[in-house]
């Protein structure tokens, strides 16, 4: 990626997805860009859009291009294809040293674990 990508931008691009909107992130750019799944599945279908309404069509441009060169897109994921407990369960399994992996593992177990992690990381100086 020749770009530098704003967390905010990406942040908006997911949650803005629904089943009417896919987020794409422009590897080339760090811009995040938004498509109509209607838009998107005329394009792979190579139809025209004059069934879309003028919104749909408006991004037309954007839409063709990331099925022409969709190597240069990357897909951001849903909210429901985020796993948070997952990615701290692996933050803490790539801890090199045995002492923080372990109170880290010890405190995302039970209830409350996202909050005694994130305590947990500050404590230990792991946060960056």
């Given amino acids: 990626m020749s770009s530098k990508v704003k967390l905010n931008a990406i942040i908006d691009g997911m949650q803005m997805q629904s089943e009417e909107f896919d987020s794409f992130l422009n590897k080339e ?3 995040v860009v938004f498509v109509s799944s209607r838009a998107l599945i ?3 279908d190579g139809d025209d859009f004059d ?3 003028d919104w749909e069509q408006e991004g037309t441009d954007i839409t063709n291009d990331i099925i022409e060169h969709d190597d240069k897109y990357t897909t951001l994921p ?3 294809e985020i796993d948070e407990y997952d990615m701290i369960e692996r933050f803490c399994y790539s801890q090199e040293d045995d002492s923080i992996q372990g109170a880290l593992l010890n405190a995302i177990h039970g209830r409350g ?3 005694r992690f994130k305590d947990q990381i500050i404590t230990l100086g792991v946060r960056d």
């Fill in 51 to 53: 069934h879309l309404i």
């Fill in 29 to 31: 750019t760090g811009e």
């Fill in 78 to 80: 849903s909210e429901y």
């Fill in 42 to 44: 005329a394009a792979e």
């Fill in 113 to 115: 674990a996202f909050r």
